[in-house]
């Protein structure tokens, strides 16, 4: 194989640096007081199909992190392109100072499986129950939560993909001057949506129609 200089990349910092266009979450929390919070998630993914699992880092130093703990339930509830403010705001406000329902005034709904409310401005929410706590560090561990229930909001979707007139939060990361100073945080609207070429890729007409190699033991 010949192999080409790198000369179309640069080196930066992060590796989720090609992966930073997402659906943010603002993970919901409630104690065993009935202590009620959120905060902004980014570095989480879903683990398996049946049954399904999610798992997300949490920092040890939240209020979250302990409400978590008290119950053994969270919601991840995914914004609307409208919720930017409460994303950046959840995500830099400790609930500990302010309590943050109060302050965005976001509707508190009843979840159908568990004891945490859902948001009811966000496009989806997913409730789950705590079944395992991973130690990822000093500074924080996963969380592994399994599905209770899963809502969307009416209209949204068809099927697993979202509708081109919904308005899934699509974060693009931060941007930086040439000072190296940060300029802010940058998300987008969706835009046009296009069908996968599984019915006329050149490389599955190709491959998919090759005989199988059987290799030796």
Request: hydrophobic letters at 40%.
């Amino acid at each position: 194989m010949d192999w080409k200089d790198p000369d179309m990349f640069e080196l930066v910092n992060h590796g989720n640096k090609p992966f930073g266009v997402r659906v943010p979450s603002l993970v919901v929390s409630r104690g065993a007081g009935d202590a009620i919070n959120f905060l902004t998630a980014m570095w989480f993914s879903p683990m398996g199909a049946e049954p399904s699992r999610m798992v997300v880092a949490i920092l040890k130093r939240t209020l979250t992190y302990k409400l978590i703990l008290e119950r053994g339930e969270f919601v991840m509830s995914a914004p609307t392109d409208k919720m930017m403010d409460v994303v950046v705001f959840a995500g830099y406000i400790s609930g500990r100072d302010v309590d943050k329902w109060q302050a965005t005034g976001l509707t508190a709904v009843a979840p159908a499986k568990c004891t945490v409310p859902l948001i009811g401005e966000a496009i989806g929410n997913v409730e789950y129950r705590l079944v395992q706590v991973i130690p990822f560090g000093d500074e924080m561990d996963l969380f592994v939560g399994e599905v209770l229930a899963t809502h969307m909001r009416k209209g949204c979707t068809e099927g697993e993909l979202f509708r081109q007139d919904a308005d899934p939060m699509l974060y693009m990361g931060t941007k930086y001057g040439e000072d190296g100073k940060a300029l802010g945080k940058f998300y987008t609207h969706m835009g046009k949506i296009e069908r996968a070429p599984y019915d006329d890729s050149p490389l599955l007409q190709k491959y998919l129609s090759r005989p199988k190699i059987k290799r030796k033991a």
